[in-house]
T-cell receptor, first 115, second 113 residues
Framework: DAGVIQSPRHEVTEMGQEVTLRCKPI?????LFWYRQTMMRGLELLIY????????DSGMPEDRFSAKMPNASFSTLKIQPSEPRDSAVYFC?????????????FGQGTRLTVV | AQSVTQLDSQVPVFEEAPVELRCNYS??????LFWYVQYPNQGLQLLLK??????LVKGINGFEAEFNKSQTSFHLRKPSVHISDTAEYFC???????????FGAGTTVTVRA
């Protein structure tokens, strides 16, 4: 398996533009997580999906952020409009359920720069 | 709620020397504990995990960690580091009945020749 695949790896955009980050989880995994990593706040969980359904979006910072999971093999995180303070590395992770032996596998991240 | 404290933000170490990265957590319920490694420009990779049983856990790349319930700690150790161990290391905690991983702030290990 190729692991969790995120695209793009790098994104530079101007303030006010819409940004869409994409994630393909590991085949067969039914839990998907979006994290944001910044120097100031470290790794923060933004949203968690289980079986394509958003279970907890309490970490989504503002209404400018939205996430979808239309099917088991694809998820998007959208920021509209983007702001410079959204600059961060965004990670997607997937796991097979949330049981005792569950391990979260991370993608390589998308480095977002909003100028 | 649980929290994770990594006591050292930067750890410089010479090649072939031992290293210990400290992690303390707080939680009102039982937890699972993890150490992840992040190499430059990469995602996070699981080094090892403690779920139950033996308090000494061995992971990949020669790392091990010991769970100490009384001290609420899960320190990571390696007896002899290599240049390739230069990376950022994250301690993480998950409650046994929850899905959320809470991460510490990370410890940057720089191995010098």
């Amino acid at each position: 398996d190729a692991g969790v695949i995120q695209s793009p790896r790098h994104e530079v955009t101007e303030m006010g533009q819409e940004v869409t980050l994409r994630c393909k989880p590991i085949s067969g995994h039914n839990s998907l997580f979006w994290y944001r990593q910044t120097m100031m706040r470290g790794l923060e969980l933004l949203i968690y999906f289980n079986n394509n359904v958003p279970i907890d979006d309490s970490g989504m910072p503002e209404d400018r952020f939205s996430a979808k999971m239309p099917n088991a093999s694809f998820s998007t995180l959208k920021i509209q409009p983007s702001e410079p303070r959204d600059s961060a590395v965004y990670f997607c992770a997937s796991s097979l359920g949330t049981g005792l032996n569950t391990e979260a596998f991370f993608g390589q991240g998308t480095r977002l720069t909003v100028v | 709620a649980q929290s994770v404290t990594q006591l050292d933000s930067q750890v410089p170490v010479f090649e072939e020397a031992p290293v210990e990265l400290r992690c303390n957590y707080s939680s009102s319920v039982s937890v699972y504990l993890f150490w992840y490694v992040q190499y430059p420009n990469q995602g996070l990779q699981l080094l090892l995990k403690y779920l139950s049983g033996s308090t000494l856990v061995k992971g990949i790349n020669g790392f091990e960690a010991e769970f100490n319930k009384s001290q609420t700690s899960f320190h990571l150790r390696k007896p002899s580091v290599h240049i390739s161990d230069t990376a950022e290391y994250f301690c993480a905690v998950r409650r046994s009945n929850d899905y959320k991983l809470s991460f510490g702030a990370g410890t940057t290990v720089t191995v010098r020749a």
